[in-house]
Each structure stands twice: as structure tokens, then as C-alpha cells.
């Protein structure tokens, strides 16, 4: 008998099958699900936010018309849309506060261990943000229409989307602020509270700009949240102009800019 009879070869080892990758929309889908599921246990504060847009409504729109002299219904028409990006506006541009939370606790570290793509955890938290204030602004919307609100609903479904496109853009900027203020959490709410509220006033949407100085209202042609509210407007009325083309140009060129800081931010910080 030989010495190559007696030699035993190795079976091969079997191969280890390549990990199956996911689209971008099921990584953006299981971020969203994990994220809301959050919002689903703690009923009560998804309550308290459907209330908070319909007190402000009740108690500012009065005074408006006092103010302006026109009617409920004028002034529901032409204040509503502004209570719709407001609540977005407050809504997404805190996303980056559950962040550092996260980071704190060391759950974002294991998160980023996942082969989920870095753009779907942006867009999929925004979008979990998103999710409320849609529910929100449908509520107040359908609460103003037996006081004379004309309600336009493919239109209002135009201008929904628009506010989320934006709203997963400022979702994303806030979610880059917080990486970078990841070590000092006071820091996000100084940055995050000091340019929201310029932002809403010189937006217009509370007040009409018309009759404020000229500086002001040169400084909102130059504030993407003025066009955003501008074409909310006009679609809430049942129009569609220009306007709404520059709304949604507002809108994506924000998008646009919120997931690449964003992506960038996550791919290049070591927590």
C-alpha cells in the first residue's frame, strides 16, 4: 500500500454565503420601525403633542384677526399652513436630542455596528419625527374645517410632502449637530435655539413681513422656511403657482444638504 493511499485530503471547506445586502428603503424602513415603536409605548406624550398645535391655534388665531380685521376664515386659511411648518420646524430640528442620549448610553455605538446604511439612519429617525407632526397637522387641518377652513385635499397632500422632504433635511442637520456636540449638550440647544426662532420669524409665519422693515424682508427672500411656508400657503388655498416650485426646490436643495453633513458627520466621527 502506497503512502499516497494511506494520506486522507481534507474535504473543503464550505463557503461561508456573502451577506445578503439590503435595499436602501429596508434600512430606512427598519430604522423608522425601531424608532416608532418608541413613540407607540409612550402614548400619552404622542396625545399631549396632538394637543399642543390645536391650543396654539385656538389661542393665536383670534388674535390675528383682531389684528387684521378679516374673518375667521381668512384668517384660518393664511395662519393654518404657517402652524404646520412651525410644528415641523420644532419637531425635527430636536432629532439630534434623542441622539445624544443614545450616545450616552452607548446604544448609537451599537447601532453603527449594524450594516444599516449611514443615509437610512437619517432619513428613517427623521422620518420617525416626521410621522407625529403629519398626524398632527391632519388633525388640525380637519379641526378648522367646520369654522370655515376650505379644505383642498390633493393640495394639502402636495404641500405635506414638501414639509416632509424639507423636515428629513433639518432632521438630518440636527442630527449632525448633536455628533458635533456630542461632548457638551448644552451646545446643541444654543445652536438649535438660536437660529430656530430667527428662522420662524423671518419666515412669516406668524406675521405678515409687508408691513416690517425693508432689511427684514430682504433677509427672508434668503430664508429657505420663507418659500417653504409661502407655497403651503398657495396650496392650502387650492393654488398652484411658481410659488410651489420654489417650496419644493427650497425643500429638496435642504434635503439635499441635511443627508450629505449628515453622512459625512457619522462616516468620520469616532464616538
Not at 432629532?95 to 450616552?104: D, H, K, P, V
Not at 451646545?187 to 438660536?194: E, L, S
Request: glycine content about 10%; overall charge neutral.
Amino acid at each position: 500500500m502506497s503512502t499516497t493511499d494511506l494520506t486522507t485530503t481534507p474535504a473543503p471547506a464550505p463557503e461561508t454565503p456573502a451577506p445578503v445586502r439590503r435595499g436602501l428603503f429596508a434600512d430606512i424602513g427598519s430604522v423608522w420601525m425601531r424608532e416608532t415603536l418608541t413613540i407607540l409605548r409612550d402614548p400619552f406624550s404622542l396625545i399631549f403633542s396632538l394637543l399642543q398645535p390645536l391650543v396654539f391655534l385656538g389661542l393665536f388665531a383670534p388674535l390675528l384677526a383682531g389684528m387684521s380685521g378679516e374673518g375667521g376664515p381668512a384668517t384660518l386659511q393664511w395662519f393654518l399652513p404657517g402652524v404646520v411648518v412651525m410644528i415641523t420646524m420644532f419637531g425635527t430640528s430636536m432629532t439630534g436630542s434623542n441622539l445624544q442620549f443614545e450616545i450616552m448610553t452607548g446604544a448609537f455605538e451599537r447601532i453603527l455596528a449594524t450594516p444599516l446604511r449611514r443615509s437610512a439612519l437619517l432619513v428613517g429617525r427623521a422620518l420617525k419625527e416626521l410621522t407625529p407632526l403629519l398626524v398632527q397637522a391632519l388633525v388640525i387641518v380637519l379641526v378648522a374645517w367646520p369654522f370655515g377652513f376650505a379644505l383642498h385635499p390633493a393640495h394639502i397632500a402636495v404641500g405635506l410632502v414638501i414639509i416632509g422632504v424639507f423636515g428629513v433635511g433639518v432632521g438630518a442637520l440636527s442630527y449632525a449637530l448633536a455628533i458635533a456636540a456630542r461632548k457638551a449638550e448644552w451646545i446643541f440647544w444654543a445652536v438649535q435655539q438660536t437660529l430656530l426662532f430667527p428662522l420662524l420669524i423671518l419666515s412669516g409665519m406668524m406675521l405678515p413681513l409687508e408691513t416690517g422693515p425693508r432689511w427684514m424682508q430682504v433677509a427672508a427672500q434668503f430664508n429657505p422656511l420663507t418659500h417653504i411656508v409661502d407655497a403651503l400657503r398657495v396650496l392650502f388655498a387650492g393654488g398652484f403657482d411658481i410659488t410651489v416650485g420654489y417650496g419644493a426646490l427650497a425643500a429638496v436643495l435642504t434635503c439635499a444638504v441635511g443627508l450629505t453633513v449628515g453622512v459625512r458627520s457619522i462616516t468620520r466621527t469616532v464616538l
